[in-house]
């Protein structure tokens, strides 16, 4: 008969954390609004939104106060889909369409 692995038991540490852990829902929401680039964009939105998540997820566990968060997460959003809307630009732009 075979041994079974000690397996850790999870607890409220272990399971908790991460990029999006011990957000609110509203930081939650506005972490993950930019990838929805990824299905307008294919590649190149999925790249543009992962930035600008990234970016919501590092503001939302900075020390700002509530409201500089959120018009900060806000800004990062609005800045992503301008950034797409450039980079689909360009690429019209490119192959003549």
């Known amino acids: 008969m075979t041994k079974q692995p000690m397996l850790t038991p999870l607890n409220d540490s272990s ?3 991460g990029r999006f852990g011990h957000l609110n829902g509203w930081q939650l929401a506005l972490t993950l609004i930019p990838l929805a680039l ?3 964009g294919g590649a ?3 790249a543009i939104g992962a930035i600008g998540a990234l970016s919501n997820a590092a503001i939302a566990k900075t020390n700002l106060s509530t409201p500089v968060k959120a018009l900060s997460m806000i800004g990062v959003v609005l800045a992503s889909g301008v950034v ?3 980079a689909a630009a360009l690429i019209a732009a490119a192959i003549g369409n």
């Open 15 to 17: 399971a908790s954390g």
């Open 84 to 86: 797409f809307l450039v």
């Open 38 to 40: 990824l299905f307008a």
């Open 44 to 46: 190149i939105g999925g």
